[in-house]
């Protein structure tokens, strides 16, 4: 599975759209982009998801380069509760998870 | 609810005493996993079981027993705990790639310090 890499921290201001960039060059064909948020210490919880489209869900949208090497994940209005650790994980037809040590995005108030 | 249950949430043990650490789902998934995670370290995984009676090692096996008889449930072991499986843990449960979409739900977590 390939590799990411992502920005070790960000802010961003309430109510502003937080764009969290990831670059995963090494993305082959049939891999999927995931993410996934941990907010203080509890589990990781899924946000959202692609292949090649860009994705929205109540949640966020997901803006894939048309190359497939990187990635944004966009939070709209940015909430104080969005404050917490954003993992960018590439994975194929398997389950084998890499977490990374995500982006720290602190919203400001 | 669709949830991934753990307990207990905190425990203090000490050194050598054996403990086991329940995994519980209630959205009758194949796939199950437990993951450490330490400070600058991200999430390891340790154990994970594609279905019943099918369990593997992860990145960081060493000191940890699982087992899966019942599909809802996948228990985390520790024979003879020591200070430097101090972490928080979560297991995780996913439904078959293609159907769930690999989307992995994760516990609330178990602090664990072992002093």
């Known amino acids: 599975d390939a590799k990411t890499t992502q920005p070790t921290s960000m802010d961003c201001a309430e109510g502003r759209a937080a764009n969290l960039p990831c670059n995963h060059s090494t993305i082959s064909g049939n891999e999927y982009v995931y993410w996934y948020r941990q907010i203080h210490s509890q589990g990781p919880q899924y946000i959202i998801h692609?292949?090649?489209n860009n994705e929205t869900n109540e949640m966020a949208s997901l803006i894939i380069t048309e190359d497939r090497k990187s990635s944004t994940l966009i939070l709209p209005h940015a909430t104080l509760r969005d404050t917490a650790v954003y993992y960018c994980?590439?994975?194929?037809?398997?389950?084998?998870?890499?977490f990374g040590t995500g982006t720290r995005l602190k919203v400001l108030a | 609810e669709a949830q991934v249950t753990q307990n207990p949430r905190y425990l203090i043990t000490v050194t050598g005493k054996k403990l086991t650490v329940t995994c519980s789902q209630n959205m009758n998934h194949e796939y199950m996993s437990w993951y450490r995670q330490d400070p600058g370290l991200g999430l390891r995984q340790i154990y994970y079981s594609m279905n019943v009676e099918v369990t593997d090692k992860g990145d960081v096996p060493e000191g940890y027993k699982v087992s899966r008889k019942e599909k809802r449930n996948f228990p985390l072991i520790l024979e003879s705990p020591s200070p430097n499986q101090t972490s928080l843990y979560f297991c995780a449960s996913s439904g078959p790639i293609l159907l769930a979409k690999n989307i992995q739900y994760f516990g609330a977590g178990t602090r664990l310090s072992v002093l």
């Open positions: 692609g292949l090649k």
């Open positions: 994980i590439v994975l194929g037809g398997t389950y084998k998870y890499i």
